[in-house]
């Protein structure tokens, strides 16, 4: 069967099933998976707009737009996955952005959404890897929250306690819909054939 490198279902079903351990060292930086890389993060940021539910100092439900990344980390790992969510990260600041502090720029947006490449870290455990990368994800923002938004926490709330709720009002949703669609994926067979 000749395949066609423009059409990326016929690439990803040519490859099949490699193993992380042949995995070349620079395989990140071929053309292939950056064009990857840059449509996983394109679905990705096209999920993001899509109107959901917004917090009044950022965060916010998406319709699954952590997806495209979680797929692209189980599927070609961390050192990919980490890659494509800081990029990811930068994309998001530069459509959505809440610029306060540098630091909280860092950990909202780069560092933030390159937690969602620890998923690359269970490529067989799918479920387990979504909750790893949202927990990392939301650890960066119940950091910044405190530290740089403690001033919005009501009288007497501890800022951390504050950060919690209110990062965690957002972040459950996205963890229970992330795990919801990758579940269906994976019972569909539709994560397997694209492994």
């Known amino acids: ?37 840059a449509i996983f993060i394109a679905l990705a940021t096209a999920l993001s707009m899509i109107p959901g539910w917004h917090l009044p100092q950022g965060g916010s439900v998406t319709y699954a737009s952590m997806v495209p990344l979680l ?47 620890l998923a690359g870290f269970f490529k067989n455990h799918t479920i387990t890897g979504a909750i790893v990368a949202i927990i990392g994800r939301f650890t960066r923002h119940l950091i910044s929250g405190a530290i740089f938004f403690a001033s919005y926490a009501p009288s007497g709330m501890n800022p951390w306690v504050y950060s919690c709720i209110y990062n965690g009002s957002f972040m459950v949703f996205e963890l229970l819909i992330s795990c919801a669609v990758l579940a269906l994926l994976q019972k569909n067979r539709v994560l397997k054939t694209y492994m």
Request: hydrophobic residues 45%.
């Open 1 to 37: 069967m000749v395949v066609d490198p423009m059409n990326l279902n016929q690439v990803i079903l040519a490859e099949g099933n490699k193993h992380l351990s042949s995995i070349n060292r620079n395989e990140h930086k071929s053309p292939k998976i950056l064009a990857e890389v």
């Open 71 to 117: 797929w692209l980390a189980l599927r070609r790992g961390p050192k990919v996955g980490i890659f494509a969510g800081v990029v990811y990260g930068f994309v998001q600041l530069a459509i959505l952005s809440q610029v306060y502090y540098p630091t909280q720029v860092l950990l909202d947006y780069p560092l933030a959404f390159g937690c969602i490449g």
